[in-house]
C-alpha cells in the first residue's frame, strides 16, 4: 500500500473550517467514490487525515489509500461484488472492536456506502454494541460513468425518473418492474450487471422493448483505464462478451454516450 | 456575495496532483452538492480556484461560493426548482460567450448535474456553438438526505433498487409506476415533491399502498438548518402543511430515520 502523503498539505483539516470530521469512539462509514482521489469529498478527505484506524473494501483505489495519514492503521477487509473475502461479522467484530478501543474508526467504501453499500448489517452492529456512527455521502458509479459519456441521468421530455439497481437481485423482479424498464425513454443504472446482461436482455425483449434501445457499459468509471461500450439491447450480451471487462462495471439501459463524449478522448474502446 | 477566501489554502489543486480541472474555451458543468461545503469533491474545489467565470444557480451555498478564486466573475443565474429566473436561453448565451472568449467556464448546480439538472439544454447549446464541455459529478440531495437519517438507498431482503423521480412530473405517471413504487419494501427519493404530495399520497393509496408506510421528507439536506419530518404516508400531506417547509426537500417514500438517527442531534423537528 503506497503512504506518501507528501503531496498533502496540513492544512486541509481548515479547507472549509477547522471543525474535525471524526470523533473518538465512533464508527464513520464513507463513500471514496469510484476511484478517481479527485472524486472524494473534502469532508472524506479530512476524515482520511483524522482517522485512527482505516478499514477499506478492495475497490478503494490505491490512490485514495495514499492519502490517509502516516499514522493510520490499516485494515483491508477485502468486499467484493460477488461477496466478502472477510466475513461479515468479522468485519462488524472490528470496527466494533476499534470503537470500543476510544479510536476514531473510519469505514471507507468504494461509491456512496448508501447505495449497495451493504452498510445496514455494519451499522445494526455498532448500534447493538452501543457505538455511534456517521455516514459520510460519496459519488456513486452511476454519477461518474454518466458524466463520462455526457449524459443526464434524467432529462425533460425523456424521463423524469431514474432507477438504480443491481444487477444481482434483478432475477427476483415482478412483471411490472420489466414492463416499465422496457419502455422507451426509460433510464436505468444497473450496478454489477454483467452476469445478468443476458437475462436482462431476455426479459426485456419479452416485455416489449426496442431491439435497438442503447445501452452503454463504463468499465472502471472515473479510472485512468476507464473503458466505455457503446451498444444496443440487441448486442449487449455479444459484444459484453467481446469486450472482457474486468473490473467493475456500470450498466446504462436507455442511455448512449452523447455526440460530443464520443470523441477519443473519452470512447477508449467502442465496440459496433 | 462573501469573498473571504482566506482559509482556502494555495496548495489546493495539487492535492491530488497538479492536473488543472479547467481548460480556457471548455465549459464544465458541475454539481455542487446539496449545500455543506465539505460535500464538494475535490474536483469542484480545484474548479472554483481556477475558473475565470463561474455561474451559479440560486440553491448554491454562499459558502460554497465563498471558495472561488476572488478574481473569478460570479453570475448568478437564479434558477430555481420551478422554473429559471434567468432564460434558459440567455443562460445558454452566457455560457457561450463566455467560453469563446477563451474563458475558463464553470457552471455551477446545486447537487449533482446530471440528476434533475436541466443540464441537456446548455450542453446542447455549448455543442452547438463548438464548445468543448465536461461534467464534475456532485454529491445529489438524496445521498447527503439519506446519510442524515442513518439508512441505506438499498438494502438486501428489503429493496434492490431505489428510483430517484421528481415530483413535477409525477401526474403523468403510468398505472404501473403506481402500482410498483405502492409495494411493500419499495424505497424512492422525491426531488421537489412538496406540491405534489396529496396527489401521490392518493395514488400510492389507490394502488394499494399501506397507509403505515414511512414517509420522510428532509429539508435544507447537509445544511445548518436542516429538518427532518418522520410520518407516515397516511399523515404526510398534513404533517408536510404544518411543517411549512420553505427551503428545497427531499421525500423519501419507503424509509423511516434508523432509530439512532433520531437523536436530538440529527432530528431538529419530528411530528408525530
Not at 498533502?8 to 465512533?26: K, Q
Not at 455511534?132 to 460519496?138: A, F, V, Y
Not at 439491447?233 to 459484444?239: E, G, I, K, N, W
Request: charged share 20%.
Amino acid at each position: 500500500m503506497p503512504r506518501d502523503i507528501s503531496h498533502i498539505p496540513a492544512s486541509l483539516p481548515s479547507l472549509t473550517g477547522a471543525t474535525a470530521v471524526m470523533c473518538p469512539g465512533v464508527v464513520a462509514f464513507a463513500g471514496s467514490g469510484p476511484g478517481d482521489p479527485d472524486l472524494l469529498t473534502l469532508k472524506v478527505a479530512k476524515a482520511l487525515l483524522e482517522a485512527d484506524v482505516i478499514l477499506y473494501d478492495r475497490l478503494v483505489s490505491d490512490e485514495i489509500m495514499a492519502m490517509a495519514n502516516g499514522d493510520a492503521i490499516l485494515e483491508d477487509v477485502g468486499k467484493e461484488g460477488f461477496g466478502p473475502s472477510m466475513a461479515q461479522d468479522d468485519i462488524c467484530d472490528r470496527l466494533v472492536h476499534h470503537a470500543k478501543a476510544g479510536r476514531k474508526v473510519l469505514r471507507l467504501k468504494s461509491g456512496d456506502p448508501t447505495l449497495f453499500g451493504r452498510l445496514d448489517e455494519e451499522l445494526s452492529a455498532c448500534e447493538a454494541a452501543d457505538i455511534g456512527t456517521q455516514i459520510l455521502p460519496g459519488i456513486t458509479a452511476a454519477s461518474a460513468a454518466v458524466a463520462a459519456i455526457g449524459q443526464s441521468l434524467t432529462q425533460r421530455r425523456r424521463n423524469s425518473s431514474v432507477r438504480f439497481l443491481t444487477g444481482h437481485d434483478m432475477k427476483g423482479f415482478a412483471d411490472h418492474d420489466w414492463a416499465q424498464l422496457a419502455r422507451p425513454g426509460e433510464v436505468a443504472a444497473v450496478y454489477m450487471g454483467k452476469k445478468s446482461a443476458r437475462f436482462v436482455q431476455g426479459r426485456l425483449l419479452m416485455h416489449g422493448a426496442d431491439r435497438t434501445t442503447p445501452v452503454t457499459v463504463v468499465e472502471n468509471a472515473s479510472r485512468a483505464d476507464q473503458r466505455i461500450l457503446a451498444t444496443t439491447l440487441d448486442r449487449l450480451p455479444t459484444d459484453l462478451a467481446d469486450a472482457a471487462f474486468a473490473g467493475p462495471a456500470l450498466t446504462f439501459l436507455g442511455l448512449a454516450p452523447r455526440a460530443a463524449a464520443a470523441a477519443p478522448k473519452h470512447i477508449q474502446m467502442e465496440l459496433a
